[in-house]
């Protein structure tokens, strides 16, 4: 008899645990009300976010990949680029050198229509190319019955200026410093005005095809051309 007591005690122990470890393994589905394994939700939640690929990155992560790319705050989405290679456009100065042909090396100024006016080739496009494609669109058209085997060289002699508005002393248009950041260009403003924001200023630029734009911190590197709006603090 007390060997049938313990054997009952025994199974009962046994169903007891199999039934807990059955309930731990399911949940009731709030949107059917109906049992549903832990794991069969965990494998929902995994496809949920595998379906949103941003959601990781898209409210928390920090921005990467320079500022012009797209970033989760929106004071850094579309702030410029700063690896991107220069690009000619009105105002720069350039000095066009042409192997053997005095007459043409000379130097020439990227005009309002942002195109280059030489002998022989007559009006060639600077605006949004880089030095060495200028001078290769203008080698091939000395080719046309000009010169048989020309060498073109371009370089820039004097960078466009570049812009500063808002909160300083005497806003306006100046001189390009090569290695200039925005501290750089407030400085030659004459400084800070008395309720400017000195944490970071904003900043647009002409890129290929499009003017990109937004925050950057004082240290951010400048181009010919850049216009900078150091805006008001509200504190």
């Known amino acids: 008899m007390r060997d049938a007591r313990l054997l ?16 731990s393994t399911h949940v009731i589905d709030p949107q059917t009300g109906q049992p549903a394994q832990v794991v069969a939700q965990q494998q929902q939640f995994t496809q949920f976010y595998a379906q949103q690929p941003n959601y990781a990155t898209s409210n928390y992560a ?11 705050n929106a004071a850094y ?9 220069y690009t000619l456009d009105t105002g720069d100065r ?31 496009p ?10 290769q669109m203008i080698g091939e058209r000395l080719k046309h019955g000009y010169v048989r085997e020309p ?8 960078y466009r200026p570049f812009f500063i ?8 248009q100046y001189p390009y410093v090569p290695n200039m950041t925005a501290e750089t260009a407030i400085a030659i403003a004459g400084g800070f005005a008395p309720r400017a924001n000195k944490s970071k200023v904003e900043l647009a630029r002409n890129a290929p095809g499009q003017q990109v ?14 216009t900078i709006v150091v805006k008001e603090r509200w504190f």
Request: charged fraction near 10%; include cysteine; charge should be negative.
């Open 213 to 226: 734009h937004g925050d950057v911190p004082l240290a951010y590197p400048l181009r010919p051309g850049d």
């Open 165 to 172: 508005l808002g909160e300083v002393t005497n806003p306006g």
């Open 126 to 135: 600077a605006r949004g190319f880089a030095t060495a494609q200028l001078a």
């Open 62 to 72: 920090a921005p990467q990949g320079g500022p012009n790319v797209a970033a989760p």
């Open 77 to 85: 989405a579309a702030a410029p680029a700063r690896n991107l290679p």
């Open 94 to 124: 350039l000095r066009i050198m042409v192997f053997g042909q005095d007459g043409i090396t000379n130097g020439y100024t990227v005009d309002a229509g942002g195109n280059v006016n030489m002998p022989l080739v007559g009006s060639v």
């Open 151 to 158: 060498h073109v060289t371009v370089e820039v002699e004097t």
């Open 8 to 23: 009952f005690a025994l199974v009962t122990a046994l169903m007891a645990s199999a039934c807990a470890r059955q309930q």
